[in-house]
């Protein structure tokens, strides 16, 4: 009974190998049965002697497996790109083709020509087949043959190289191919090349010849793998078959920099933007009065020669701003510029001369910073102010009537470009420019950008025109530089330089003075009146480390009555960090409102896989 029971145990677990064993072997067979593949790929082509045109047959067996298509895809190169020639396209022309079936497949054809290819959809698409099927497709192409190519042993023949399987053309493998060659008369070499791109391994059959035709044959191709031929005749075969080329664009071809061009478009860049920069800088050139002290005008009515300003001169330290000189308009004349700075600047200014008052509003929530501010209005702004100045305030209050930073919203950034308008009008009418900043900057960027557009234009004919396009270039360049130099163009007047030099006098004070150095007026609060010029100058914590510095020293400091805090205490005003959460935090919050509101012709005999002309390739669809 044990003999039994083993002899049984050993005969089941022979079974379960012998189970195994096939489900091993047999499932990859299956998978193969269900992938498409082409089992069998004929080729052949007659050349023509007279123009050297192609007539191109192809039988194939598609074997779809399992999976449902519609039927096999072809694409033929029409295109091709020329190894070691940038310039041109080799062209080939592909007609009269036709698709049949003889299993009786739908071999309807559709025919579409894209990137340098033809692409020919076989079949139905509202049918789908599986399993085995033939197909049979005939083309006529010109332009394959190379007529009078110089092989390596010196001989010169007429050649058809011709990539009959594109290399990557195909990605199924394909089984059975063979290829047939027929010409005018019996070639004199051949050769067949296998593998992927520059394979040089030959065919399984590598050339039989039978009178006028070769043949060629190998067993299986693998995914990707691409298959060429060569095929020569004696020289004056093939009559009129000269290749047909296309110009082809490439960046060299097309900007054709060379000595000559590259060396003319140098030099026209350099002379151009050489004399923009000449002319924004003599144009650009502040004037001074040549025999006063800087920072001094002359007196009535008597005459003082004027000339350019020298470019580095010593300045004087100012302890007061300039006479009857508001701060948004000294932030102007320092830097040409009325950014928002010198409007927040030159609303706090406002505040301090009585006509608002600035307020914090509590925040929402307990312990948060201050973020809103109300402005309150204090007088009537109808008279006694610049221009700038009663349009901001229009523009902000023009009820007259209290309002929040946060609730001006987008009227406040309407305010503060208009206030900016103003005021480059305020210090050209000041006479102290010779051309309001603004409008000469814009003039040379408007300018700057013209000769870009020039540029881009003359670039575009020239490369329509086949001419050089680096000759454009140089347009382009110099209307980068104009551009820039914009920011150098606007320049003062012998007035305005003198102007500067209190200005930059007074900002050396405010960027050196010590607390002992304050100066003191009867009646007048030196650190209010001081502080919209050293926001104008970017001084303001530095400002207020002084304000606590002379504190500190028991020098009586007034809080002032034009900003109220949300809790005021003692010497909040003196404070640093109080006065960064508070007067600081406002102007930076008035600066940043505005943001926040709105190959062919080489020997085939020598060549390798894809080194041809032409190419095939394709799938299922």
């Known amino acids: 009974m044990s003999v039994a029971r083993r002899a049984a145990s050993l005969l089941l677990l022979a079974l379960l190998c012998v189970a195994a064993l096939t489900l091993l072997v047999a499932s990859p067979a299956r998978a193969d049965d269900s992938v498409g593949h082409i089992s069998r790929l004929d080729v052949g082509a007659v050349v023509e002697a007279d123009g050297g045109t192609v007539r191109v047959e192809v039988d194939l067996t598609y074997d779809f497996g399992d999976d449902e298509a519609h039927g096999p895809f072809l694409v033929l190169a029409e295109l091709q790109e020329i190894e070691g020639d940038p310039d041109r396209y080799r062209r080939l022309t592909v007609s009269d083709i036709t698709a049949e079936s003889a299993t009786g497949a739908p071999a309807d054809l559709r025919v579409e020509h894209d990137g340098g290819a033809v692409q020919l959809y076989i079949g139905d698409e509202d049918v789908e087949v599986t399993g085995a099927h033939d197909y049979r497709v005939t083309y006529t192409v010109d332009g394959l043959p190379n007529p009078e190519v110089t092989g390596p042993d010196g001989t010169v023949r007429d050649e058809l190289y011709w990539n009959v399987v594109a290399p990557g053309g195909f990605d199924v493998p394909i089984e059975d191919v063979t290829v047939a060659v027929t010409g005018p008369v019996p070639p004199e070499a051949s050769a067949c090349y296998v593998g992927r791109t520059g394979s040089d391994d030959?065919?399984?059959?590598?050339?039989?010849?039978?009178?006028?035709?070769?043949?060629?044959?190998?067993?299986?191709?693998?995914?990707?793998?691409?298959?060429?031929?060569?095929?020569?005749?004696?020289?004056?075969?093939?009559?009129?078959?000269?290749?047909?080329?296309?110009?082809?664009?490439?960046?060299?071809?097309?900007?054709?920099?060379?000595?000559?061009?590259?060396?003319?478009?140098?030099?026209?860049?350099?002379?151009?933007?050489?004399?923009?920069?000449?002319?924004?800088?003599?144009?650009?050139?502040?004037?001074?009065?040549?025999?006063?002290?800087?920072?001094?005008?002359?007196?009535?009515?008597?005459?003082?020669?004027?000339?350019?300003?020298?470019?580095?001169?010593?300045?004087?330290?100012?302890?007061?701003?300039?006479?009857?000189?508001?701060?948004?308009?000294?932030?102007?004349?320092?830097?040409?510029?009325?950014?928002?700075?010198?409007?927040?600047?030159?609303?706090?200014?406002?505040?301090?001369?009585?006509?608002?008052?600035?307020?914090?509003?509590?925040p929402e929530k307990s312990g948060d910073d201050v973020s809103d501010w109300r402005l309150v209005p204090l007088r009537s702004w109808?008279?006694?102010?610049?221009?700038?100045?009663?349009?901001?305030?229009?523009?902000?209050?023009?009820e007259g009537e209290p309002v929040t930073l946060s609730e001006v919203g987008a009227t406040y950034a309407t305010a503060v470009a208009r206030t900016q308008e103003a005021l480059y009008r305020t210090v050209t009418e000041h006479g102290w420019f010779r051309g309001s900043p603004h409008t000469v900057r814009n003039r040379w960027l408007l300018g700057g950008v013209g000769?870009?557009?020039?540029?881009?234009?003359?670039?575009?004919?020239?490369?329509?025109?086949?001419?050089?396009?680096?000759?454009?270039?140089?347009l382009l360049l110099v209307g980068v530089v104009v551009a820039v130099a914009s920011?150098?163009?606007?320049?003062?007047?012998?007035?305005?330089?003198?102007?500067?030099?209190?200005?930059?006098?007074?900002?050396?004070?405010?960027?050196?003075?010590?607390?002992?150095?304050?100066?003191?007026?009867?009646?007048?609060?030196?650190?209010?009146?001081?502080?919209?010029?050293?926001?104008?100058?970017?001084?303001?914590?530095?400002?207020a480390r002084i304000l606590a510095d002379v504190a500190a020293q028991g020098r009586r400091v007034e809080s002032p009555d034009w900003y109220v805090p949300l809790t005021?205490?003692?010497?909040?005003?003196?404070?640093?960090?109080?006065?960064?959460?508070?007067?600081?935090?406002?102007?930076?919050a008035a600066s940043s409102a505005v943001s926040s509101a709105g190959s062919s012709g080489s020997s085939g005999f020598s060549g390798s896989v894809g080194g041809g002309a032409g190419g095939m390739g394709g799938g299922s669809w």
Do not use: K
């Not at 140098?266 to 920072?295: I, K, M, Q």
């Not at 000769?451 to 140089?474: E, F, N």
């Open 568 to 588: 005021p205490g003692i010497g909040w005003w003196t404070q640093p960090a109080m006065f960064a959460g508070s007067v600081g935090a406002f102007a930076e």
């Open 382 to 398: 109808s008279d006694g102010l610049e221009r700038y100045e009663r349009e901001l305030l229009d523009a902000l209050m023009p």
């Open 202 to 362: 030959a065919c399984d059959g590598a050339g039989e010849t039978r009178g006028e035709r070769v043949d060629f044959f190998h067993e299986r191709l693998g995914e990707g793998e691409g298959l060429s031929v060569a095929v020569g005749w004696p020289a004056g075969t093939l009559v009129g078959a000269e290749p047909v080329y296309e110009p082809r664009r490439t960046w060299s071809n097309t900007f054709q920099l060379g000595p000559l061009t590259g060396g003319a478009a140098g030099l026209a860049t350099v002379l151009g933007a050489g004399a923009a920069v000449v002319v924004a800088s003599r144009r650009g050139r502040d004037e001074a009065y040549l025999d006063l002290t800087p920072g001094l005008a002359p007196a009535g009515g008597d005459p003082v020669a004027v000339g350019p300003a020298r470019r580095r001169q010593p300045v004087a330290v100012r302890f007061t701003p300039p006479d009857d000189v508001r701060p948004g308009e000294v932030g102007t004349l320092h830097d040409e510029v009325a950014d928002v700075r010198d409007v927040s600047a030159t609303l706090v200014d406002l505040a301090v001369r009585g006509y608002l008052r600035i307020e914090e509003v509590a």
């Open 451 to 474: 000769l870009v557009g020039l540029g881009i234009l003359v670039t575009l004919v020239l490369v329509l025109l086949r001419w050089p396009a680096v000759l454009g270039i140089p």
């Open 487 to 543: 920011s150098a163009a606007p320049a003062r007047t012998a007035a305005g330089t003198a102007v500067l030099a209190q200005t930059l006098g007074f900002r050396q004070y405010l960027a050196t003075a010590e607390a002992e150095q304050i100066r003191f007026e009867e009646g007048q609060d030196v650190f209010s009146r001081y502080l919209p010029y050293a926001i104008v100058f970017g001084l303001t914590e530095r400002w």
